[in-house]
């Protein structure tokens, strides 16, 4: 099964009973694990306390793993909090928090519990890489003399100043506007000029009487909350920052707010064409010339701005979008009409990994949860999202398994904007604790998710949202305000984390892993499906045929198949949807009819020697163990001097299909030259064989049990 947390988490219909009265799982594995989340003070999340009870209390869980790139958020409670759920024996929050030894206790045991691996080191079963380095560049553009960044600066420090005076809920809902109005002028003029006019539509609008004092207070509440909440998922908190304006009404901003607005809003009308939308239009003509490109936004006023310059430079079906809503209004289209859009998420997806567009707007509703990688390997950040950690979602959604490039992402930065100034401190603030963590580090960006992941994202707002120093007081009031950023505590903490992991070295048990994958199924479907007398139709790699009739006994099988094929590296969506392989319904009708066959002493074409073929099961049922039967080859070495040789099942599976790869049709011949008891003798010297090599298998087996299954002679003759 497969759900996502905030479903599982949810107790409809009485849910989570139904799931502790069932058969336990054997594995469980949870991604984003750090939103298991228990605070020594708060308590714990309704995830961490079904997965508790799961785990814990009802024991219906034998096997789990857990993958976050941030186990460690800052908090040593939180963190032993989340081992605990693993080994209750091994890790105490409470213990660990106590004294400095109780912490190193429990440290000394993370190898037991913890695998730590570089994504850059990461290789398939060849040694080669899968992932490379992302190439990280920016591009400068300055505002034009009509983009009133200066004016906006000094009404939102004007509306600050103003606040301070306030009492304290209302003190926090105009900072919570002006920080929201700050945010969408650094996105474009286009999102902050919609702003505004919500906002003045609010106030002409006679500032209607609500229940004020009780609903402001009730509304402003959540939004702090949901502010605050470092678990929020994608775009949420941009489209509460957007509609802000919308439900804020009874509250002025300072004394004179309508003129000012007024103004500002006049001013904007002016701004035709926006420099920061003509610098990125360049880029893709110059830099990104032919190819897909990602774009990335945090509001939906600027999405539109930009699909609708894309529309009009490169024609109405070069772009779609995601976002939370999955509508885009006010779209210029190339005819000049203004239109709304419509698009599911996954379509956006599949139009995009298709070519079937050429570029995709999203809004952070795609930084997570999605692959865009199939066709596209270039990003731009149209704004900076004001939480570091965002950029490397971002990018997460190109840089993925099937990547063949090397990522170009390329960030627009304004130098004269207060958001350029910040981020300029905190890469150089990045970077010098890069520097501390390089006796660890093992690449640039190695150790950074796990330096971001120790910090609030309530720091980062703070920071950007109240860095409107002048520029001699910005270096000193930095250092000020991030002097627990990166700090020695969380480099120290980093350090014992990593240092404290095991990791898993593939290349040193890929030897050991089956060396096959899924096209090595396909000669042994399609001997089925001649088997059961039907054709076969091949167009690249793609098989069409009539289902056997004693297959359609399960109701998702269908009479006829097009295109299905066993190729997990298709890059086609269509084609991904025919992917073959063990576990779907065909190749279990087909493995369950060959199941059925007789043992049997037969002739194969193109083996070099004869192979004795066994079952081995265990005589002892109810054990705990994943492997319940395997299947083992002996070949007998007749033409080598009786040199007997042990074969694992996928081994076996390489010869056999050999067997089959030049013949277009299974050809009949008469029974081997070779009575029963010549048989007999053979097999029980294989059977012999095995057993005195069985430790080689390592199973995990009490008391293996072996079984003969069949026996091969090789067919010296050519088949006809």
Not at 343 to 361: D, P, T, W, Y
Not at 708 to 716: D, K, M, S
Request: hydrophobic share 40%.
């Amino acid at each position: 099964m497969i759900a996502s947390l905030p479903t599982l988490r949810k107790n409809s219909g009485d849910r989570h009973q139904r799931m502790f009265d069932a058969e336990p799982w054997d594995l469980v594995l949870v991604d984003e694990a750090h939103h298991l989340n228990a605070d020594e003070h708060t308590g714990t999340t309704l995830g961490y306390n079904l997965m508790s009870q799961l785990m814990h209390d009802y024991k219906k869980i034998k096997s789990a793993v857990f993958f976050t790139g941030t186990p460690h958020r800052g908090k040593h409670y939180q963190f032993f909090a989340l081992l605990k759920l693993l080994r209750e024996d091994l890790f105490n929050p409470l213990d660990a928090v106590k004294s400095f030894d109780n912490l190193q206790s429990q440290m000394q045991n993370l190898r037991l519990v913890m695998l730590r691996n570089n994504k850059q080191f990461v290789t398939d079963m060849k040694g080669e890489k899968l992932f490379l380095p992302p190439k990280i560049s920016s591009e400068t553009y300055s505002y034009s003399p009509e983009e009133f960044y200066n004016k906006l600066t000094e009404f939102i420090l004007t509306g600050k100043a103003y606040a301070s005076g306030l009492n304290q809920i209302n003190q926090r809902a105009v900072m919570l506007i002006l920080v929201c109005m700050q945010k969408l002028a650094s996105s474009s003029v286009a999102a902050i000029r919609s702003a505004i006019k919500k906002r003045l539509a609010k106030i002409t609008n006679n500032r209607k009487e609500l229940q004020i004092n009780k609903d402001r207070k009730i509304w402003l509440e959540q939004f702090i909350a949901f502010d605050d909440d470092e678990n929020i998922q994608g775009d949420e908190l941009s489209q509460l920052e957007e509609k802000i304006f919308d439900l804020e009404d009874k509250l002025y901003l300072m004394e004179d707010e309508q003129p000012r607005l007024e103004e500002l809003l006049e001013i904007s009308k002016s701004v035709i064409s926006e420099t920061k939308i003509n610098k990125i239009l360049k880029i893709i003509e110059t830099s990104f010339t032919d190819r897909q490109v990602l774009f990335f936004t945090e509001y939906k006023a600027t999405q539109n701005l930009l699909m609708s310059a894309l529309i009009a430079r490169f024609g109405s079906k070069c772009v779609t979008f995601i976002n939370g809503d999955e509508r885009a209004e006010d779209i210029i289209e190339a005819n000049g009409k203004v239109t709304t859009r419509v698009e599911k998420r996954s379509s956006a997806a599949e139009k995009f990994n298709s070519g079937e567009v050429k570029f995709l707007v999203s809004t952070e509703a795609g930084g997570e949860g999605i692959d865009l990688q199939e066709n596209c390997y270039s990003l731009i950040h149209v704004d900076l999202p004001w939480n570091p950690m965002r950029l490397h979602q971002r990018v997460g959604r190109l840089n993925r398994y099937g990547q063949k490039y090397s990522v170009e992402v390329i960030s627009l930065r304004n130098p004269d904007t207060v958001e350029t100034r910040i981020w300029d401190k905190l890469n150089g603030k990045i970077e010098n604790i890069m520097h501390s963590l390089e006796q660890v580090m093992e690449e640039p960006e190695d150790l950074l998710q796990l330096i971001l992941g120790m910090a609030s994202p309530t720091l980062f707002r703070e920071i950007f949202s109240e860095g409107q120093q002048n520029k001699e007081q910005l270096s000193q009031w930095f250092d000020s305000k991030t002097a627990t950023f990166g700090g020695q505590d969380a480099v120290e903490a980093v350090k014992k984390l990593v240092g404290s992991c095991e990791k898993f070295d593939f290349q040193q048990v890929s030897p050991l892993l089956p060396q096959v994958d899924l096209p090595d199924l396909q000669p042994f479907f399609e001997a089925m499906l001649q088997f059961n007398k039907k054709r076969i139709t091949r167009t690249d790699k793609e098989l069409s045929f009539l289902t056997p009739e004693s297959w359609l006994t399960v109701p998702a099988i269908r009479k006829r198949y097009e295109q299905l094929h066993f190729d997990r590296n298709s890059q086609n969506k269509m084609k991904t949807s025919n992917l073959l392989g063990v576990g779907h319904c065909l190749i279990n009708q087909a493995l369950k009819q060959a199941l059925d066959f007789n043992k049997c002493v037969c002739q194969v074409y193109f083996i070099e020697d004869a192979i004795a073929i066994f079952q081995i099961i265990d005589r002892v049922t109810g054990t705990q163990v994943n492997v319940c039967q395997v299947m083992v080859g002996v070949k007998l070495g007749l033409r080598s001097d009786n040199q007997k040789q042990l074969l694992k099942d996928w081994e076996l599976l390489k010869i056999l299909n050999k067997s089959l790869e030049k013949i277009d049709k299974i050809p009949k011949l008469e029974p081997p030259d070779i009575n029963a008891n010549e048989i007999l003798s053979l097999l029980k010297e294989s059977e012999d064989y095995l057993k005195n090599n069985l430790e080689i298998l390592d199973l995990p087996f009490q008391y293996p049990k072996i079984q003969v299954n069949a026996l091969l002679f090789p067919a010296y003759s050519n088949p006809t």
